[in-house]
């Protein structure tokens, strides 16, 4: 058996990231660039007014002066003419701030009358002006290749005039549930049958990691109906199997899928859940073979399928985001696997943050599993803890799953 950290990093550097596509502009959101995005244009393009008011000139504003109005400047319409010695013109938020003046008298610190308006507060040069590239000019980078785009990200591509984005491409992830024994949520359950949870999860998974989940027609124990479905991935980035990863007499993945090209890298891990798990290849489509547990699927998933998914998508290889976090309740020692307990965050009495490991860490109990927030690491031959000490805890609810 090999540990988690060298699985994951024989999984990392087996991939590489897909390739860039060009996609419109709303469509870029939490995808991965592959270009980096730089200003067309300078922000704000000239001096503008950062308030509504007067633009004046701050060495005619000083309090009780009474300024003649000469015109107005909304925003979308300058104003043409210049400020002179005792005058002022109406200007609006983003309006560009006219020659002669070096200053904007606020509204509220103003008494119009007529055609003039009294200063009530005297201002200082500058004040409430943006001036011309104050947040970026053109040329600047604004965002780098290799950044998962936000919604903020979005938001700065568009304000420096990119209507389109060069993104790599979303990786196509086949999912292949396998087992004689499951059926499809919704159809009939056949004596000894279970309902299939794990496709429909790791589509979830998928998704929220950014990639694009391909669910495969479910595969009963037999070598063609597995094989059929390994021929239908090849057009994918990776299959995911779940189910059949064991050496068991129904365990048939490996088997399966050896006439067909597979090559098998590793299958055994120290850790609980999931210590039986395949990685190899396809010919070139890599191969991740999940246990059929739903606990150990999901957790292996966690580990292993979501650095593989960012990794396809193109991010660099990162370490499991793991902090942490003061343990609610004591545990006893650890055995030699790696272990990975469900538990849930929560606030204790004087307003720390803990993290509760679930009293039953059963591998094929779901409802524990959606009810928890975090799994709980802990190494090899880790000692017996009480409460209060501090344990390294990935935050499912930081992952978005």
Known sequence: MISVEEARGRILEALSPCGAETVPLAEG?????????????????????????????????????????????????????AVGAGEAVRIFTGAPVPEGAD??????????????????????????????????????????????????????????????????????????????EIVLPGEPLPGGGIVSSNAHMLAALVRAAGGVPVVLPIAGDNHDAIGAAAEAARRCEMLVTTGGASVGEHDLVQSALAPHGFTLDFWKIAMRPGKPLIWGRLGETPVLGLPGNPVSALVCSVLFLWPALARLSGLPAAPLPLRMVRLGAGLPENDRREEYMRARLETDAEGRAVVMPATRQDSAMLRILAGADALLQRPPHAPALQAGALVPVVSLADLGI
């Open 103 to 180: 200053a904007i008298l606020l509204q509220e610190d103003a008494t119009a009358a007529g055609g003039t308006v009294c200063v009530n507060e005297a201002v200082r040069p500058d004040r409430w002006i943006r001036r011309a590239g104050m947040d970026f000019r053109a040329g600047d980078t604004l965002l780098e290749a290799g950044r998962r785009l936000t919604a903020r990200d979005i938001g700065l591509a568009a304000a420096g005039n990119h209507a389109w984005l060069a993104v790599h491409r979303a990786p196509r992830i086949a999912i292949l549930a396998t087992g004689d």
């Open 29 to 81: 959101w939490n995808r991965v660039l592959a270009r980096p995005v730089a200003a067309r244009l300078t922000q704000p393009p000239a001096d503008v007014s950062a308030m509504d008011g007067y633009a004046v000139r701050a060495a005619d504003a000083l309090e009780g002066a009474t300024l003649r109005v000469i015109g107005a400047a909304p925003a979308g319409h300058p104003f043409a003419g």
